[in-house]
């Protein structure tokens, strides 16, 4: 027999001592053909990485979430009524396909809270990406030959085509957001807002010098990452949460009660959701 598999811990000291000596950890190459997935702050280094992760910083603020929950309410709620309506024209029981309502879920939250744009224009931009990742899994092979990821072959093609498509979708987001935001006629709390407001202050601060802000192309990466990050992980994240929930029915029944307690009839809000226990971290049964 081998050795013992050894649990490997991490050590919180360490970890914070590689996120802050940015000069001398490096992330591993990507995959030439990642650059039109998603860049941004998870490819940049060291003085670019730390430029762009100051000017993100405001928009993950506590406060600044707390502004978001009304947007994410309303999406869970569309879905919820969705389930109702199923419901109700069913007879008896039934089965239902909660993943692509949870994929969708998770994409309206992200075009609502991170860009304030309609959620047409949010998926058409996920099913794009969807679509790159498709092709660049085919050709990823491939890609690895030197110059083969040049060839103007078909899929290479496909792929610049679909990220100029993005790229131009974004872009207007963008714009449309700059203006409204200059007329005063946009709220600037919602993630691209608080972006472009984070870009413009910075820039103010160094007597107008452009180049400790970002670029309209570094932005649209940054909200390219948004999207592409986001939405697989928090729609995996509600699956894996309730298969749990569904498997531990006393916690279920737990977590149920403490939300009547806390909400009642009242829509959830911020501070009932810092006070639920039982749902938001371990504890021993």
């Known amino acids: 027999m081998g050795p013992t598999p050894r649990l490997l811990v991490l050590e919180p000291q360490l970890v914070r001592e590689v996120f802050t000596r940015i000069g001398e950890f490096h992330k591993?190459?990507?995959?030439?053909?990642?650059?039109?997935l998603a860049t941004g702050l998870v490819s940049y280094?060291?003085?670019?990485?730390?430029k762009h992760r100051k000017l993100l910083n405001p928009a993950f603020h506590l406060q600044k979430v707390k502004n978001m929950v009304p947007a994410i309410l309303s999406c869970a709620g569309e879905m919820l009524s969705k389930w109702e309506s199923t419901l109700v024209s069913e007879d008896?029981?039934?089965?239902?396909?909660?993943?692509?309502?949870l994929q969708d879920l998770a994409r309206d939250v992200i075009s609502?809270?991170?860009?304030?744009?309609?959620?047409?224009?949010?998926?058409?931009i996920f099913q794009l990406q969807k679509d790159i990742v498709s092709v660049v899994?085919?050709?990823?092979?491939?890609?690895?030959?030197?110059g083969c990821r040049f060839l103007p072959t078909k899929p290479i093609r496909?792929?610049?085509?679909?990220?100029?498509?993005?790229?131009?979708?974004?872009r207007a987001i963008i714009g449309r957001k700059?203006?409204?935001?200059?007329?005063?006629?946009?709220?600037?709390?919602?993630?691209?807002?608080?972006?472009?407001?984070?870009?413009?202050?910075?820039?103010?601060?160094?007597k107008n010098d452009e180049s400790v802000g970002m670029t309209i192309e570094e932005?649209?990466?940054?909200?390219?990452?948004?999207?592409?990050?986001?939405?697989?992980?928090?729609?995996?994240?509600?699956?894996?949460?309730?298969?749990?929930?569904?498997?531990?029915?006393?916690?279920?029944?737990r977590a149920r009660e403490e939300v009547q307690q806390v909400f009642g009839d009242e829509k959830p809000h911020m501070d009932g959701l810092n006070q639920l226990k039982t749902v938001s971290k371990p504890q021993q049964a």
């Open 28 to 36: 591993p190459p990507h995959h030439p053909l990642f650059r039109f």
């Open 45 to 50: 280094e060291d003085d670019k990485w730390a």
């Open 92 to 101: 008896g029981s039934f089965e239902l396909d909660v993943w692509p309502d």
């Open 112 to 124: 609502r809270t991170a860009f304030g744009s309609s959620f047409e224009e949010g998926r058409r």
């Open 137 to 146: 899994f085919q050709v990823g092979i491939l890609a690895n030959f030197p």
């Open 158 to 170: 496909r792929i610049k085509e679909m990220d100029r498509e993005i790229k131009a979708t974004l």
């Open 178 to 206: 700059e203006k409204a935001m200059e007329a005063g006629t946009a709220a600037s709390d919602d993630l691209l807002g608080i972006l472009i407001e984070s870009n413009q202050n910075e820039i103010k601060r160094h």
């Open 219 to 253: 932005v649209i990466e940054e909200c390219k990452l948004f999207y592409f990050a986001g939405q697989e992980t928090t729609a995996i994240f509600l699956v894996w949460t309730m298969i749990l929930l569904s498997q531990h029915q006393d916690w279920q029944a």
